[in-house]
C-alpha cells in the first residue's frame, strides 16, 4: 500500500520529464504535470487521495535535506556576492518586502481570508523554504506550495516582457529580478540569457529564501 | 531476424523460469536506458555506490547536527533546522573542511530533480481545491500583479547600484 504513492510519483515524474522534453513550453514545469497526472489518476480511478498520501509523505521528508544542498550554489557564485554585495543586498531587501507588502495590501483589496493570504505571502521563495515560512507564519503548505509553482511559472514566462517595459539592461539585475520573483523557474530562465544571470539568479533565491524566513521569525515573535 | 533470436534465446533459457528471468533482465535494461536518458543518472554505477553512501550520510549528518542545534536553541528563537544544516555546510565549504568533491553527485542530482519532492504536495491541492474555488480569480489576480511588481522593482534597483557602482569603479 505505501508503495503504491511513491512507485505512482516516480512514473509520473517521469513521464513529466517525457513531455516537457518533447514539448519545449518553458513554463510548464515537472511538478505541475506530474501532479495533474496523478491527480487525474485518483479523481478517474477507484484510487483515494488518502492511500496515494501514505506513500507521498514519505516523498516530502526528503525536503528537509534537501535545503542543506542548497548550499552548493550559494557557494559556487561566492565571487559575485563579494563583487557586487551591496546591489545584492539592496535588491534581496526589495524583493523580500515588496513581495510581502504587494501580497498583503492586494489580499487585503480583494478581501481574501487570512490563512490565504498567509499562504500566499512566501509565494516568490524557493519552494522548500516557502513550506518552512508558511509553517512558520500559520499558512497552508499545501496552498503555498500551489501558489509557489504557479507564480514560478508566470514569473518566468513573464519576465523578458517586463524587462522590457521596465527598460532593465543589466545581466545581473535581470538574474536577480527573476531569481527574486520566480525563484527556480526564474533561475532556469535566467541561465538561458546569460552565465552571469544565472549565477545572480540562484543568490537571489537563496539568499531572498534565507531572509524571508529571518524575517518571518523575527515578525512572529514581536507580535 | 527475430527467428535467429528467438532461437538463441530458447538456448540459452530452456525452462519457463528461466525465460522469466530473461523477460526481467531485458525490463531491467529498458528501465535503466529509459532512466539513464531522461534523468541522466547511471544507475549501473559499481564503484561509486561507496562513494554516493558516503555522500549521502555527510549530507544528513550536516542536516540532522542542524536540526539539533536548531532544537537547543529554540527556547531564544527559532530558525527552521535545514536553513541551519545549510549554513553549518556554507561554512565548512568556505573553510575547505567539506569539498564540492565531496558531495557533488547527490547535490547535483537533488538540485536537478527538486520537483520531484513536491510532486505529494501538488496533489494534496485537489483535495484543498474545494477551500479556494470561489476565489481563485482573485488570487491569481494577487499572485500576478504581485509577481510583476516584484521583479521591476527589484529589477530596477539592482540596476541603479550596478550602475552607481561601475561608475565609482571608472572614476
Not at chain 1, 174 to 185: I, P, Y
Request: glycine letters at 8%.
Amino acid at each position: 500500500m505505501l508503495l503504491i504513492g511513491i512507485i505512482l510519483t516516480v512514473l509520473a515524474y517521469i513521464a513529466s520529464l517525457y513531455f516537457s522534453k518533447k514539448i519545449k513550453v518553458s513554463f510548464l514545469n515537472p511538478i505541475l504535470i506530474a501532479s495533474l497526472i496523478i491527480v487525474s489518476i485518483i479523481h478517474w480511478t477507484p484510487l483515494s487521495h488518502e492511500t496515494y498520501a501514505n506513500g507521498g509523505e514519505y516523498i516530502v521528508k526528503i525536503l528537509g535535506p534537501l535545503v542543506v544542498v542548497l548550499a552548493v550554489p550559494l557557494y559556487n557564485n561566492k565571487h559575485i556576492l563579494k563583487k557586487y554585495y551591496k546591489p545584492i543586498s539592496v535588491g534581496i531587501l526589495t524583493g523580500v518586502i515588496s513581495s510581502a507588502v504587494s501580497v498583503a495590501i492586494l489580499s487585503r483589496l480583494m478581501r481574501l481570508d487570512m490563512d490565504i493570504m498567509l499562504s500566499l505571502l512566501p509565494k516568490s521563495i524557493t519552494t522548500p523554504m516557502a513550506i518552512e515560512v508558511s509553517g512558520i507564519i500559520g499558512g497552508i503548505k499545501e496552498l503555498t506550495v500551489v501558489f509557489v509553482v504557479i507564480t514560478g511559472m508566470f514569473g518566468a514566462s513573464i519576465g523578458p516582457l517586463v524587462f522590457d517595459v521596465f527598460k532593465i539592461r543589466n545581466d545581473t539585475a535581470k538574474g536577480m529580478a527573476l531569481g527574486a520573483g520566480a525563484h527556480g523557474v526564474g533561475t532556469a530562465k535566467a541561465v538561458e540569457i546569460s552565465d552571469q544571470a544565472g549565477a545572480a539568479s540562484s543568490l537571489a533565491m537563496i539568499l531572498c529564501g534565507v531572509t524571508t524566513i529571518i524575517l518571518s521569525v523575527i515578525v512572529i515573535k514581536i507580535l | 531476424m527475430p527467428q535467429k533470436n528467438r532461437e538463441k534465446i530458447e538456448k540459452k533459457y530452456k525452462t519457463l523460469d528461466s525465460r522469466f528471468y530473461y523477460f526481467i533482465e531485458k525490463c531491467g535494461d529498458i528501465c535503466n536506458e529509459i532512466i539513464y536518458n531522461l534523468i541522466n543518472v547511471n544507475t549501473d554505477i559499481e564503484g561509486d555506490k561507496m562513494k554516493i553512501i558516503k555522500e549521502i550520510l555527510i549530507i544528513l549528518g550536516i542536516y540532522y547536527s542542524g536540526l539539533l542545534i536548531s532544537d537547543l536553541i529554540s527556547g531564544l528563537f527559532f530558525i527552521p533546522g535545514n536553513i541551519i544544516g545549510m549554513g553549518i555546510l556554507f561554512f565548512l565549504l568556505n573553510t575547505g573542511i567539506v569539498k564540492i568533491d565531496h558531495i557533488k553527485h547527490t547535490s547535483s542530482f537533488l538540485l536537478k530533480h527538486m520537483g520531484f519532492f513536491f510532486i505529494p504536495l501538488g496533489v494534496a491541492f485537489y483535495v484543498l481545491f474545494d477551500v479556494i474555488r470561489p476565489v481563485w480569480i482573485q488570487i491569481f489576480v494577487v499572485l500576478i500583479v504581485s509577481s510583476i511588481f516584484v521583479m521591476a522593482a527589484t529589477g530596477k534597483i539592482v540596476e541603479l547600484f550596478i550602475l552607481n557602482e561601475d561608475k565609482k569603479e571608472v572614476s
